[in-house]
């Protein structure tokens, strides 16, 4: 039956929030840190470069690695597992270069912190010190890329940086020093390579279409605003330069509820996502995430189970054992359905709390937007599927966001962030 399979892993998603340092410096030469603050940067900075220094308080001391990413704009860092406190949010508009951020765990003995930032930047330097002589701190000098000198400046120019503590792997990344070079690697398959290296294939399902115009007040048409709103989301993952994304309808058309889910399936697609608009009689606003009940996947796994139990498995098949142990092989297929149902599940699970973590930061959301339904396009055995209700269109406030482009956009950058929260993950890089 074609079913994928995995061993089923454990993974949280743990966001760890405090308060400690953020400063931003003006487009002007540096002014002495105070001497409970982090050193200035190592190289003496440009006159007109914009810059902020970011401080992020450890627990314990560890290694790290720092990077710049694009579309959106952001500094990542990764660490292993470890607590972290983090500066107070900005609440009136960006600090410096720095519009916001989040931190905590992002899988199994892995922490991440991501800083959203204004525009394209690199980290000028990253070095861990010991506030007080005391507490391990991770400090980023975040430089805007736009005012950096016109002649870069190369690492083996700048002033040396300090050794790390005898124990510490040195740091990695934009900024860093000293950096080992990578052990040669060995040869590879062109296939395996282009295996490995495959982008993940997202289908965006926008809902209704056709003759089917879904919810509609307020002037707006659901099947249009979520039409307009897949085309934005669909141009924002592939910018992004990770991803192959397909819809299952890119014009006014009806397509049936179940050769959506078919079309997925038969993609191999890693995430399906379906996207409408919600109605109500009340005055209720915000948007909706939702995922499979769990008593509908505990049906999927009986059904899955039950249908490879009655594979005929021709006796060709069975060269190298007794065909009389087919029902052997049958039970194991059957196991292997079932298991492949139980990782779905569970990756849909952590996907739809990525998609409410971050879609939270764009939007309103109703109270406990994580809801769950037995919805037809969420009953896949193979894809991860949520169903996004992006807002009310009985709702003239949500109703004027629905119309909105600079909305659309907005809510689809948090999406693509979600999208990539839960590609970190470890469980959802593993194929089935």
């Not at 993974?11 to 030469?29: D, K, N, T, W, Y």
Request: proline share 8%; hydrophobic share 40%; charged share 25%.
């Amino acid at each position: 039956m074609g079913l994928r399979f995995e061993r089923s892993i454990a993974c949280a998603l743990v966001l760890g929030v405090a308060s400690i340092f953020l400063s931003a410096a003006a487009s002007a030469a540096p002014q002495a840190a105070p001497a409970n603050q982090a050193a200035p940067a190592q190289s003496a900075p440009h006159p007109d470069q914009k810059r902020t220094r970011f401080i992020i308080a450890l627990e314990r001391r560890s290694t790290y690695q720092v990077f710049s990413l694009a579309n959106p704009n952001r500094v990542v860092v990764e660490l292993p597992a470890v607590g972290l406190r983090l500066p107070p949010l900005p609440k009136n508009g960006p600090v410096g270069l720095v519009s916001g951020f989040r931190g905590g765990r992002s899988g199994p003995k892995k922490s991440k912190v991501i800083i959203r930032v204004t525009e394209p930047v690199f980290v000028e330097t990253a070095k861990l010190e010991m506030k007080d002589g005391k507490e391990p701190q991770l400090v980023l000098d975040i430089v805007s890329l736009a005012s950096a000198p016109v002649t870069p400046v190369h690492t083996a120019s700048a002033a040396p940086a300090p050794k790390p503590e005898p124990d510490f792997d040195k740091p990695f990344g934009l900024g860093a020093s000293d950096l080992l070079p990578r052990p040669p690697q060995p040869a590879q398959r062109p296939d395996a390579i282009e295996k490995r290296t495959a982008k993940q294939l997202i289908v965006i399902d926008p809902g209704h279409g056709g003759h089917d115009s879904g919810a509609q007040k307020n002037g707006v048409v659901e099947k249009d605003v979520v039409l307009a709103f897949s085309h934005t989301l669909r141009k924002k993952l592939e910018e992004s330069g990770r991803y192959r994304v397909l819809m299952t309808r890119e014009t006014d058309e009806f397509i049936p509820l179940g050769d959506r889910t078919a079309f997925a399936e038969q993609h191999n697609a890693s995430l399906f996502i379906a996207v409408h608009a919600d109605y109500a009689r009340s005055s209720a606003r915000g948007a909706t995430i939702y995922s499979l009940r769990p008593s509908v996947a505990e049906r999927l796994k009986s059904s899955a189970r039950a249908r490879a139990s009655d594979i005929d498995i021709p006796e060709s098949k069975f060269a190298a054992i007794d065909a009389r142990d087919s029902d052997i092989v049958k039970r194991m297929l059957a196991d292997r359905a079932t298991a492949a149902v139980e990782v779905t599940h569970h990756r849909t699970d952590l996907f739809s709390r990525s998609v409410v973590e971050y879609m939270g930061d764009s939007t309103n959301l109703r109270s406990n937007p994580h809801k769950t339904a037995a919805f037809k396009v969420l009953k896949s055995a193979l894809v991860p599927s949520v169903l996004i209700e992006l807002a009310y269109v009985t709702n003239k406030s949500d109703a004027k966001l629905l119309m909105s482009e600079s909305w659309r956009r907005k809510v689809s950058d948090s999406i693509a962030e979600a999208v990539d929260n839960y590609f970190a993950l470890s469980i959802a890089k593993i194929p089935m």
